[in-house]
């Protein structure tokens, strides 16, 4: 085959490999790829995106990290059941499913674990490089999807199995994507790491569910000077999730990002808290109610309520295959450090960039210029790739006044 027929494939390491999103990922793209449905939910399938340079869909090569022994497979299966993948998909794409699950290795620290931190993170980094090896890849994008953890102890703590893995993607010169609330690169060892690898990242806490809603109402409260007195929520979440965040310490980790929300776009921070239950009976799926209580003109009170049910892994999976491709393909064209441009996906994200979700959507379409404008070479000079391209349309409304609108289980976005 010439050289000219040949597309270079790029890597996918999910950490929490086996969990309800690793698995509605995998089986996905792949059924994306082959035709069974659209891209129903993937921003990079959409028109602003075209000629940007993304990987392909069918170039994606999954692989990773889990400590369940769960096959794929069998992962699958219990999502049909569960209502998340439809019927036949996922026996449509075993052979598929059956690939990532070889590309899978143990995770870790887990009970009775001997080995030291430097030992985990040089282990974790070999699989990485012995994946991107073996399957003869360009590069690789290491995107955490585990269950949420509790936050570290403080310095002198252990350091916990998020920035285990994190740092192990940078040795392996991997960019990284913390779709979590847990520390990943935030903890400041990593931070420091991250500085200086000269390799793009991004996070943290994906935005699928109740604060996607914030992001979008909380601008529209200040653009109309309305005053927003309270803002209380309740999630209602099964599987892994409410399992993970029945633990205070994962949910304050979870609701830091919520908070972050409300405080950018509102410029102040309302009464009212969010409160997360477990009801395991809902399995994959979440309710997140919101009461607003809020002033009107002459004091006029009035309140907003929104429900929102969804299913968070098919809410998750897409953006996740948003994020891999461009990670990777700012990784090939040489852009380094945070991307604070990929805060349209993120509650709590890393970089400079605004909390309003139309803004975001315009800086992920800068970028998306960028990305284009580099052209199809592997190591264009980053100072080049500034401000090119015309605005897109959204961007242009902005001056008018109007506005914008457990490992393997999941990691949590409610």
Request: proline share 7%.
């Amino acid at each position: 085959m010439s050289a000219s027929l040949t597309r270079p494939r790029v890597g996918v390491w999910l950490i929490g490999a086996r969990g309800s999103v690793a698995t509605t990922v995998v089986t996905g793209c792949a059924a994306v790829t082959a035709g069974l449905h659209p891209p129903t939910g993937m921003v990079t399938e959409t028109s602003p995106f075209t000629d940007s340079g993304l990987p392909a869909l069918s170039d994606l090569v999954f692989g990773g990290h889990d400590t369940v022994d769960c096959p794929l497979p069998k992962r699958a299966e219990t999502l049909t059941a569960g209502g998340v993948i439809p019927p036949g998909v996922a026996a449509a794409v075993s052979a598929e499913l059956a690939a990532a699950d070889r590309e899978i290795r143990p995770g870790g620290p887990t009970p009775g674990d001997t080995r030291s931190q430097t030992e985990l993170i040089t282990a974790f980094a070999d699989d990485i490089r012995d994946f991107v090896r073996r399957n003869a890849l360009e590069r690789a994008v290491v995107v955490n999807v585990a269950s949420t953890e509790p936050a570290s102890q403080g310095p002198d703590a252990p350091l916990p199995a998020s920035t285990l893995y994190a740092l192990a993607a940078l040795r392996a010169g991997c960019p990284y994507v913390n779709f979590t609330p847990s520390e990943g690169l935030h903890h400041p060892v990593a931070a420091r790491e991250a500085e200086h690898s000269g390799l793009p990242y991004a996070g943290r806490d994906g935005k699928t569910g109740q604060t996607l809603l914030r992001a979008v109402l909380g601008p529209m409260f200040a653009q109309r000077a309305l005053t927003v007195r309270a803002w209380s929520g309740t999630n209602l979440l099964g599987g892994g999730d409410g399992a993970a965040l029945a633990d205070p310490a994962a949910a304050a980790a979870k609701n830091a990002g919520k908070e972050r929300v409300l405080a950018d776009t509102l410029g102040t921070v309302p009464e009212g808290e969010v409160h997360i239950d477990d009801v395991p009976a809902l399995g994959d799926w979440k309710t997140a109610w919101d009461h607003i209580a809020f002033d009107g003109f002459l004091g006029t009170r009035m309140v907003l309520q929104t429900i929102w049910q969804g299913c968070d892994s098919a809410l998750a999976a897409p953006l996740v295959l948003d994020l891999a491709r461009l990670t990777a393909r700012a990784h090939q064209v040489g852009v380094s450090g945070p991307l604070g441009e990929l805060g349209f996906y993120f509650k709590d994200p890393v970089g400079d960039g605004p909390a309003s979700l139309g803004e975001q959507y315009v800086a992920l379409g800068r970028l998306a210029q960028r990305l284009r404008a580099a052209g199809p070479g592997t190591a264009a000079d980053a100072d080049a790739l500034a401000g090119a391209g015309p605005a897109w349309p959204e961007e242009r409304t902005q001056d008018d006044g109007t506005g914008t609108e457990d490992e393997g289980s999941q990691g949590t976005r409610a």
